[in-house]
C-alpha cells in the first residue's frame, strides 16, 4: 500500500462527478424543477470540473497514459500554475463547488461524489503528491535500418586454388568437398 | 491494411456473435418493459400520473436487473476453466469465447453504469412528478404525502444513493490506467460488490409504484360513481350503456414485491461459493522445493502441491502470508506437473514491492562469512508430456531488450532443441530471437547466438513468411507483451491474405 498514487484515483472520480454534476443539472433544468438554479449552477459546475480534470497528471513512476486529446488541456491547466500544481487548493475548490449542489435532488449525487474526490485529493495533498503537465518528449531518431546487420568483413570460406581449379581429366576426385563438417548449430 | 473476410470471422466472429445476442436481449427486455408500462391496463392510472418516466425507469431498472445477474458470471474463474478443461465444449472456437470472459464482464458493467444514470434520470422525473400531479382520486396510488411534497426519505430512494455511490467508487476505481498503476484500489473497491448486492435486493422494499389489483370489477377509465358519461360526452345515454361503463369498486393499488432477488441471487450464490471453493483449495501447503536466480532480476520458483494438475498455457495466483496477506498474483506456469515429474515451475521478475519482498525471503542476502551452499538443480531433457497435442510447428519468437535476459530460459531452449534434432524434426522448432541492442555474446549457447536478430521484429513480414511456408492451414498467433505489439498483432491477423493461411489471434493480459 505504500506506493499509492491516490491523486490517479481522486483525478478519474472527479471527472466521474463533474459528468454526474451535469447530467443531474440537465435533469433538473429540463424537467422544470423547483430550485432549478441550482441545477442550471451544477451544469456550470460540471463543465468546469470537467475541463480542470481532463488533463492527467504524469506520474511519479512508470509510464503515465494521456487521455486522447489532452495536449490543449494540459496547456490550460499549466498556465495557472501554483494554483493548479497543488492539490490542497484543488481539495478544497471541489468541496466549495460541491455544497450548492446538495440543495437539490437532482444534483445531490454529484455532490456527494465530489466532495469524495475532495476528501481523496486531500489524502494525496498530505502525501506530498502534485500535478505535473504530460508535455510531449521530442522523439529521439530512430536508427535508420535497424535491422541490417554490418556486412561481413571476410570473403567467404574457400577451399585452396588448386581444388578449385577445373580438373577435367578426373571429375571424380574434383568434387567440392565440404572443409568443415556440418553440425547441428 | 486489407481486412480478410475470413480472418476476420475466425478472429472476431463468435465475439460479436455473443455481444449482438447480449444486446438483443437488453433490446428486447428494454421493450418489453416499456410496452407494458405504457400499455398495461393495472399501470392505466400510474401512467397517467407519471408519463414516459414510469416507463422508462422501470425499463431500465429491468436491464439493469439481466446485467446485474450476467456480470458475475464471467468472473467465476475456476468454473469457466473446469468448463474449458472439459470433453463437453472441445471446439477451439468456444474455448477461445471462453477466454474472452473479461472483456463480457466488462460490457455488462459498462451497462450497469449506463442504466444506471438513465434509471437515475426517470425517477428524479417521476419524484417531480408524484410532487406536481398529487392524485385526489387515488390517494393510495401517491408516493408524496400531500401536494407539491417531493419525497425522497424513502427505503427506494436511500438504497438508490448508496447505490449509485458505491457503483460509483468501483467504476471510477477500474479504469485502465489505476488498474496498471495501483492494483490495490481496485481490488478493495471491487469487491463493495457484495454491499451493493446486499442493498440491491433491497432497494424495491416499501415499493412506490404500485400496481392496480382490481382490473374486472374496476376496468381503467371506467366511471366513477360521482360522474356520469353525459358529462363527458355531453350527450344523454342510455341508462344502461351508463351503468355498464361504471366502476364496480374502487380501484385497489399494491406495491411490487422485489423482484431483483430473482435474477441475481443464483449468480450470486454461485460466485461465493467459487470464491469459498477457492479458498479451500488455497489451504493446501505448497513446499518450495528449488529457488534459482536467473540474470536481469528474474526468479525461477519450482513447487510442489498434492493433486495439483495444470496444462501448458494456464497460469496460477501466489499468495504468499509472509509477504501479505491479501495480495494474490498471477504468475504463468513455465513448467507443467507431469505424470513422472510432480513439481511445477514459474519464472518471477523483481519489479514492484511484493515481487521484491517475497525474493528477500527466499533468498537472503549473502553474507561474507557464511558460506553458500548451490541449490540442487535438476535438468532433464522434457521427455514427458508430449502426448496429445496436435501442433504441428512451432514458431517462438522472443523480443528482449538486452542479451542477459534471454538467459531465463536458454537452458529450456537448447534442451527442447537438442531433443527435436536428436529425434530427427529440426523444423518443429523454430526459434527467433530478437534483441534491441547488442553485446558480448556467451559461446556456449551456440543455437540462440547464432539465431539473434537486432532490432524489432517486422511482423508483418514475419507472418507472411510463416504464411507462405504453411499454406491453407490455421495458426495461432499467442502474443503475451505490451499493448503495442499485440494491437499490431491482432491487426495483422485480421488482414487478408494471398496463401490462405488463417491466423487465430490470442493474447494474455493480467491487467
Redesign the interface.
Known amino acids: 500500500m505504500g506506493k499509492i498514487e491516490w491523486a490517479m484515483w481522486a483525478n478519474e472520480q472527479a471527472l466521474a462527478s463533474g459528468l454526474i454534476l451535469l447530467t443531474g443539472g440537465i435533469v433538473g433544468v429540463a424537467g422544470q424543477f423547483r430550485g432549478w438554479q441550482f441545477a442550471a449552477y451544477a451544469v456550470a459546475a460540471g463543465v468546469f470540473v470537467c475541463l480542470l480534470e481532463y488533463p492527467r497528471s504524469k506520474r511519479s513512476k512508470g509510464t503515465s497514459v494521456e487521455r486522447t486529446g489532452q495536449y490543449c488541456f494540459t496547456v490550460c491547466v499549466k498556465s495557472f500554475g501554483p494554483l493548479t500544481r497543488n492539490y490542497y487548493v484543488r481539495a478544497f475548490l471541489h468541496a466549495a463547488i460541491c455544497v450548492p449542489g446538495g440543495f437539490m435532488l437532482a444534483t445531490v449525487l454529484g455532490c456527494v461524489c465530489l466532495g469524495i474526490a475532495s476528501i481523496i485529493y486531500f489524502v494525496a495533498a498530505i502525501r506530498g503528491e502534485h500535478w505535473e503537465p504530460i508535455l510531449p518528449r521530442k522523439e529521439s531518431r530512430m536508427p535508420v535500418a535497424e535491422s541490417i546487420k554490418n556486412p561481413p568483413q571476410n570473403p567467404p570460406p574457400r577451399p585452396p586454388a588448386e581444388t578449385r581449379r577445373k580438373r577435367v581429366d578426373d571429375l571424380e576426385d574434383a568434387a567440392y568437398d565440404n572443409p568443415i563438417s556440418v553440425t547441428d548449430n | 491494411m486489407v481486412v480478410s473476410v475470413r480472418s476476420w470471422v475466425a478472429n472476431e466472429g463468435g465475439k460479436h456473435l455473443v455481444l449482438m445476442l447480449w444486446l438483443a436481449a437488453n433490446t428486447w427486455l428494454f421493450l418489453k418493459t416499456f410496452l407494458l408500462y405504457s400499455t398495461g391496463q393495472q399501470y392505466h392510472y400510474l401512467y397517467k400520473m407519471l408519463g414516459p418516466g414510469l416507463c422508462i425507469s422501470r425499463a431500465s431498472a429491468s436491464v439493469l436487473n439481466l446485467n446485474c445477474s450476467l456480470v458475475l458470471l464471467p468472473m467465476c474463474r475456476s468454473l469457466l476453466t473446469f468448463v474449458r478443461g472439459s470433453h463437453t465444449v472441445s471446439s477451439r472456437k468456444t474455448r477461445r469465447l471462453l477466454d474472452k470472459s473479461k472483456t463480457f464482464h466488462v460490457a455488462c458493467g459498462v451497462a450497469i453504469c449506463i442504466f444506471s444514470?438513465v434509471h437515475?434520470?426517470a425517477h428524479?422525473?417521476n419524484?417531480?412528478n408524484f410532487s406536481v400531479s398529487y392524485s385526489d382520486d387515488f390517494p393510495a396510488l401517491n408516493l408524496a404525502r400531500y401536494r407539491g411534497e417531493?419525497r425522497?426519505t424513502h427505503i427506494p430512494g436511500v438504497t438508490g444513493?448508496l447505490l449509485?455511490?458505491i457503483l460509483?467508487?468501483m467504476?471510477?476505481?477500474s479504469?485502465?490506467?489505476?488498474r496498471?498503476?495501483?492494483y490495490?484500489?481496485f481490488w478493495y473497491t471491487h469487491n463493495l460488490f457484495i454491499v451493493f448486492y446486499i442493498i440491491l435486493m433491497v432497494h424495491m422494499v416499501g415499493g412506490a409504484l404500485k400496481y392496480q389489483t382490481n382490473i374486472e370489477a374496476h376496468p381503467p377509465g371506467c366511471l366513477r360513481a360521482n360522474q356520469s358519461g353525459a358529462e363527458q360526452l355531453g350527450e344523454e345515454l342510455e341508462q344502461g350503456e351508463d351503468e355498464e361503463r361504471r366502476c364496480r369498486e374502487e380501484a385497489h393499488f399494491q406495491p411490487h414485491y422485489p423482484q431483483t432477488w430473482l435474477w441475481v441471487s443464483g449468480p450470486l450464490c454461485l460466485y461465493c461459493a467459487e470464491r469459498f471453493y477457492r479458498y479451500i483449495r488455497s489451504c493446501d501447503p505448497v513446499t518450495i522445493v528449488t529457488v534459482i536466480r536467473h540474470p536481469c532480476d528474474v526468479i525461477e520458483l519450482r513447487m510442489l502441491k498434492k493433486n495439483f494438475k495444470a496444462r501448458p498455457g494456464q497460469y496460477i495466483v501466489l499468495n504468499c502470508p509472509g509477504v501479505s496477506s491479501f495480495e494474490n498474483h498471477p504468475f504463468t506456469l513455465t513448467t507443467c506437473p507431469t505424470e513422472n515429474k510432480e513439481t511445477f515451475g514459474i519464472h518471477l521478475r523483481v519489479v514492484g514491492?511484493w515481487t521484491e519482498r517475497f525474493t528477500q525471503l527466499l533468498l537472503p542476502k549473502p553474507r561474507i562469512d557464511l558460506e553458500i551452499l548451490p541449490m540442487v538443480q535438476q535438468r532433464r531433457y522434457p521427455n514427458d508430456g508430449w502426448k496429445g497435442f496436435r501442433l504441428q510447428r512451432l514458431y517462438f519468437v522472443w523480443v528482449c531488450r538486452e542479451l542477459q535476459s534471454f538467459y531465463w530460459f536458454a537452458e529450456l531452449l537448447c534442451a527442447v532443441?537438442?531433443k527435436l534434432?536428436q529425434e530427427n524434426r529440426?523444423d518443429y522448432f523454430n526459434l527467433k530471437l530478437f534483441i534491441s541492442q547488442t553485446d558480448n555474446l556467451q559461446e556456449k549457447y551456440?543455437?540462440l547466438t547464432?539465431r539473434l536478430?537486432?532490432?524489432?521484429p517486422?511482423w508483418k513480414l514475419l507472418l507472411d513468411e510463416i504464411a507462405k511456408t504453411n499454406n491453407n492451414k490455421r495458426v495461432g498467433v499467442f502474443c503475451c507483451g505490451p499493448k503495442g505489439i499485440s494491437r499490431t498483432l491482432h491487426r495483422l491477423c485480421n488482414s487478408a491474405r494471398s496463401s490462405g493461411t488463417t491466423f487465430e489471434f490470442n493474447k494474455e493480459s493480467f491487467s
Open positions: 444514470v437515475v434520470s428524479l422525473v419524484v417531480i417531493v425522497h444513493v449509485v455511490l460509483f467508487l467504476f471510477t476505481s479504469s485502465y490506467c489505476v496498471v498503476s495501483n490495490e484500489i514491492d532443441h537438442h534434432w529440426p551456440r543455437p547464432s536478430l537486432v532490432g524489432r517486422r
